[in-house]
């Protein structure tokens, strides 16, 4: 027999499987990974087919050296899947296989964990005999009767009751009472999030019909959902109730979210209420612990995935649901190489095994809307928070005249008012404030200069220490004190402009001196669970108000918050992004939503200096379907996806005019590609060379070739040439092709 492999190599020229002899006596299924040799040296593959022909002549043929699991790593649908995204992503299989294992399983990074265990070899009655003889009560007896009940024991539990038991152990098991042996042992984290229980909720019947409408695709042959429930509506209870159905139906679930340490309470959810079927893929795990995760979910003990992005790699069987939770955020999109969207592959997956995908968000993402309004997905809506309760009002507060009325501090009075009364009932506060820091930038008032970072074309940051101030690039991370004078001109009137969250905090303190607050950005949640202390804090109660960026408008619910301040909007709405007024729309919302989730109602307010933006109207109002009519029209009129798709070819190199010239031939090259296929270039709209918002970055100099063309075949097929001539490289530069990233500057 014969099998096929692909080799855990990526280079275009073996994209391909190879063809290896199968040794009599070893067996192997496709997904089975194994060590075969290639070239002079030994690799790592995957078994793609096993079949009796063989097309390679017969001096070529070598064998497979050995099977490295005695099972298939990658199950079946994951494989189809993998060959699937290969096609779509245009890169070799090998590339798209590696997704589907945890990545130090490669190169055999990590093993399986053995601990020696003890178990008894004869009945139950002959040891009680035996011990009865033994008068004196010695090592052997004592190990007997810690052994009579029948249930094996590991020799480190045994060597913490019965002292030195190494010799009495050995003499055992030479005379056949006792048998020793390794057994696997998980490192399943346990302990690290709180668990709490099924609170028994009765239904509201928002949920029950929302449930009612997806129950029968659990039981059938599976559905697609779009799940639209404003902030509050109870949108976790209906995916709870439907996994609860799944684990009913012997099928296994898989609950994406868009980043685990930002959803501690919807893990203790799961954990409490799925306990030992559930498994967490955490990106803090340690690689034996995310490995033996894999393998509980790999051998069907652990039923019920929740985790990030990759966790749609899951290699569960008999794959039930997939629930997308806040299918909005851009964390979904995997910028880096092989490109995928997570929504897109949990569909396809859903569609192949039989599945049920459920998309759940307040603020659905323009594209997964337009889907579902096109009938791809049943919308299912929940208007109505639970019990009732309203959904926050929200005020806007107009910063050009706080700036008239002489405020120039980032708090607008009513926003200061509204903290104030907050504090003294006793409740509890949010501030949003999308950026880190103290001051956003450091300039020269007599000539102008901006203090830049030396690896990248962006603005330092200022950042009060412990001890002293620091610039900072939160780009590339690099640091230095500074300036006295401007470096540009020697002048001595170097000003700080532009507020981030430290600046916030340090004006609340001013306001409300003795309040507690928390602040959570970038730089407070760096160490090991980071996340969870802060959280804890606030929950709690010991901290009254928390600060942060963007990090804490996701799906927390603090039952105790009343207020909630969006203290500057404007800086989610400016960005050079089609889809800054999307993100800002759906930032203000969540956010908002963060208000009035317990007894008492809650109050938003949202500081702007443009009160008129229509986007911070729909955000007050709360109402997403304007503001999806808005924003759709002004896509297909624009011509911005997903009427259109957007891709780029960059070019980075640490010398500028290397990057130039790349950018040049890139641009000649794909010219030349669109003259030699006119089907393709009848599909473009443009191809332009420039130079990006971001023009200097990490030490790079970039340029790039933007593309914007229609929704095509013809238009996948360009991109699969493109794809390859980003492949090729170009000299002395770097060279990506991306298709509609997160980010094009
Ligand atoms: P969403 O994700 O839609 O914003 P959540 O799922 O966080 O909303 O639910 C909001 C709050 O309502 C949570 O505290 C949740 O425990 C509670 N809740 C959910 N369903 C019910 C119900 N049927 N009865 C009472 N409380 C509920
Ligand atoms: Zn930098």
Redesign the pocket.
Same mark, same amino acid.
């Given at each position: 027999m014969y099998c096929r492999v692909i080799v855990d190599i990526v280079h275009e020229n073996v994209a391909k499987p190879f063809t290896y002899l199968i040794p009599d006596g070893m067996d192997l299924v496709p997904g089975q990974r194994v060590a075969v040799p290639f070239g002079v040296r030994e690799k790592e593959g995957i078994v793609t087919e096993v079949t009796e022909e063989c097309d390679v002549p017969p001096e070529k043929l070598r064998q497979v050296l050995r099977p490295l699991e005695d099972y298939a790593a990658v199950p079946p649908e994951l494989m189809a899947l993998a060959e699937e995204m290969a096609k779509q992503a245009h890169c070799p299989q090998a590339e798209t296989l590696r997704l589907m294992l945890p990545a130090q399983m490669r190169g055999g990074r990590v093993h399986v964990k053995t601990v020696r265990c003890v178990r008894l070899a004869v009945s139950a009655e002959k040891a009680e005999a035996a011990i009865a003889a033994d008068r004196r009560g010695g090592k052997r007896s004592q190990l007997l009767r810690l052994l009579v009940s029948g249930e094996s024991r590991t020799v480190r539990e045994l060597s913490s009751l019965v002292k030195d038991p190494g010799e009495a152990l050995r003499k055992l098991e030479k005379d056949g009472w006792i048998v020793i042996s390794s057994e696997e042992s998980l490192r399943t984290p346990r302990g690290a999030f709180e668990e709490a229980g099924d609170?028994g909720?009765?239904?509201?019947p928002g949920?029950q019909e929302a449930l009612e409408e997806i129950l029968p695709s659990l039981r059938g042959n599976g559905g697609r959902y779009l799940l639209h @429930?404003?902030? @509050?509506?109870?949108?976790?209870?209906v995916f709870m109730k439907a996994v609860r159905e799944t684990l009913t139906l012997g099928r296994c679930a898989i609950i994406l979210v868009p980043e685990i340490a930002l959803t501690p309470q919807m893990v203790s959810w799961f954990r409490g209420r799925f306990g030992a079927v559930a498994a967490v893929i955490h990106s803090r795990l340690s690689a034996g612990e995310r490995y033996d995760e894999w393998r509980r979910i790999r051998r069907g003990e652990a039923r019920v995935v929740i985790g990030a992005r990759s966790a749609v790699f899951s290699p569960v069987e008999r794959l039930g649901l997939i629930v997308v939770d806040e299918e909005h955020e851009s964390t979904y999109l995997n910028d880096r190489h092989p490109q995928y969207d997570t929504r897109d592959v949990a569909g396809s997956r859903c569609r192949r095994e039989g599945a049920t995908l459920i998309l759940a968000s307040?603020t659905p993402s323009i594209l997964s809307f337009a889907r579902a309004r096109r009938g791809d997905y049943v919308l299912l809506e929940?208007p109505n928070r639970?019990?009732d309760r309203p959904l926050p009002e929200v005020e806007i507060a107009d910063m050009r005249s706080e700036l008239e009325m002489g405020n120039r501090t980032v708090l607008s009075s009513a926003l200061r008012k509204a903290l104030k009364e907050c504090a003294e009932k006793g409740e509890q506060a949010i501030l949003l404030m999308n950026r880190r820091g103290y001051n956003s930038f450091v300039s020269c008032r007599s000539c102008g200069y901006v203090v830049k970072c030396p690896n990248c074309d962006i603005s330092m940051t200022y950042h009060i220490g412990d001890t002293d101030g620091r610039l900072r690039c939160h780009y590339c991370g690099s640091e230095m004190p500074p300036p006295d004078t401007c470096p540009a001109c020697g002048g001595h009137y170097i000003r700080y402009f532009g507020a981030g969250t430290q600046k916030v905090e340090e004006e609340v303190h001013r306001l409300l001196p003795g309040v507690p607050t928390v602040r959570m950005d970038y730089d407070t949640t760096g160490s090991k669970d980071g996340h969870g202390k802060i959280l804890e804090e606030f929950r709690s109660g010991r901290a009254r108000i928390l600060i942060g960026t963007q990090m804490i408008a996701k799906?927390l619910?603090f039952?105790q918050v009343t207020l909630v301040g969006v203290v500057a909007a404007d800086l989610a709405l400016n960005l050079p992004d089609y889809r800054s007024r999307e993100r800002a729309f759906q930032l203000f919302t969540q956010v908002a @939503?963060r208000a009035g989730?317990g007894q008492q109602s809650g109050r938003v307010i949202i500081q702007t200096y443009l009160p008129q933006d229509p986007v911070i109207g729909f955000a007050a109002r709360q109402d997403y379907r304007a503001f999806f009519e808005s924003e759709f029209r002004r896509r297909r009129n624009g011509l911005y996806p997903p009427f259109t798709v957007l891709a780029r070819l960059l070019a980075e190199s640490n010398a500028e005019e290397k990057a130039e010239q790349a950018a040049e031939r890139l641009e000649e090259q794909a010219g030349k590609l669109l003259e030699d296929h006119p089907e393709w270039k009848r599909r473009v709209l443009t191809m332009l060379r420039d130079t990006p918002s971001v023009k200097f970055l990490k030490g790079k100099h970039r340029r790039h070739i933007l593309i914007k063309a229609l929704v095509s075949r013809e238009t996948d097929a360009l991109f699969g040439a493109l794809t390859e001539l980003a492949a090729e490289g170009a000299e002395g530069a770097e060279v990506w092709f991306e298709v509609n990233p997160n980010t094009m500057m």
């Open positions: 609170p909720y009765k239904l509201t949920q @429930g404003v902030t @509050g509506s109870g949108k976790t209870e307040a929940m639970v019990n799906g619910d039952p @939503g989730r």
